[in-house]
């Protein structure tokens, strides 16, 4: 037997299986019908919507208008900004950073980035340089100049690659120019806020930051 229950106590029931429509049959006898009205009204009522997701960037732009001094914050901002193409947003934003570039390898970074923005323009072109460079192997400052501009394109790796041609040739070049380009590159393909190792673990690494770590360690040792 069936027994249907209101308040916890028996109010009907029925015994044995029943087709599909006796059954509604049964619940409609004790289940009230929608007053009128109500599902107009609750089909007018208004969604509450979330407010607009806001993107990364304007999250860091709120972060620093509540607190400038946010160095971590700057960091990240002015990166995203130099990703997406606005150099002259990011270098304004940079600004308050860039004192510390002697002592702090992102902010190196950053700013190795921004100086080969700002190069590129007046440079030679690829095609150029890369001729220049066929004729004759050690010039150097055309190979430096490629390097600016595969910077200012983010093609990371090719600069990487023009910078070992340099060391292979003199490791020295320039004051340790192309060694500490080289080192900024790096700390650039290395993403921010990764997580820290469990203690006893080595941390994990892109396998191609480590490939290119390897290569100038053997460079440099050579």
Same mark, same amino acid.
């Given at each position: 037997?069936?027994?249907?229950?209101?308040?916890? $106590?028996?109010?009907?029931?029925?015994?044995? %299986?029943?087709? =599909?429509?006796?059954?509604?049959?049964?619940?409609?006898?004790?289940?009230?019908?929608?007053?009128?009205?109500?599902?107009?009204?609750?089909?007018?009522?208004?969604?509450? =919507?979330?407010?607009?997701?806001?993107?990364?960037?304007? $999250?860091?732009?709120?972060?620093?208008?509540?607190?400038?001094?946010n160095? *971590?914050?700057?960091?990240?901002?002015?990166?995203?900004?130099?990703?997406?193409?606005?150099?002259?947003?990011?270098?304004?934003?940079?600004?308050?950073?860039?004192? +510390?570039?002697?002592?702090?390898?992102r902010? $190196?970074?950053?700013a190795?980035?921004? =100086?080969?923005?700002? %190069?590129?323009?007046?440079?030679?072109?690829?095609?150029?340089?890369?001729?220049?460079?066929?004729?004759? +192997?050690?010039?150097?400052?055309?190979?430096?100049?490629?390097?600016?501009?595969h910077?200012?394109?983010?093609?990371?790796?090719?600069?990487l690659?023009?910078?070992?041609?340099?060391?292979?040739?003199?490791?020295?070049?320039?004051?340790?120019? %192309?060694?500490?380009?080289?080192?900024?590159?790096?700390?650039?393909?290395?993403?921010?806020?990764?997580? *820290?190792?469990?203690?006893? $673990?080595?941390?994990?690494t892109d396998?191609?930051?480590?490939?290119?770590?390897?290569?100038?360690?053997?460079?440099?040792?050579?």
């Amino acid at each position: 037997m069936v027994m249907l229950l209101k308040d916890g $106590q028996p109010v009907d029931g029925f015994v044995g %299986a029943l087709p =599909e429509g006796q059954i509604r049959a049964f619940l409609d006898k004790h289940v009230p019908d929608t007053a009128p009205g109500q599902a107009e009204e609750e089909a007018e009522m208004p969604v509450t =919507e979330a407010g607009p997701v806001l993107s990364r960037l304007e $999250q860091l732009q709120q972060d620093l208008a509540t607190n400038p001094a946010n160095d *971590k914050a700057r960091t990240e901002y002015v990166e995203l900004l130099l990703k997406d193409g606005r150099m002259d947003d990011a270098r304004m934003a940079f600004e308050p950073l860039a004192g +510390k570039a002697l002592t702090d390898h992102r902010t $190196q970074a950053l700013a190795d980035w921004i =100086e080969a923005e700002r %190069a590129a323009p007046a440079l030679r072109s690829v095609d150029a340089l890369q001729a220049a460079i066929a004729a004759n +192997k050690r010039d150097f400052d055309a190979r430096y100049s490629l390097v600016q501009q595969h910077m200012a394109a983010q093609h990371w790796t090719a600069a990487l690659d023009e910078l070992l041609e340099i060391l292979m040739r003199d490791k020295s070049w320039n004051d340790d120019r %192309a060694r500490k380009t080289y080192v900024s590159i790096l700390e650039l393909l290395t993403p921010t806020g990764a997580p *820290k190792p469990v203690e006893g $673990q080595a941390p994990a690494t892109d396998p191609t930051v480590e490939s290119y770590r390897r290569r100038l360690s053997m460079v440099v040792l050579s």
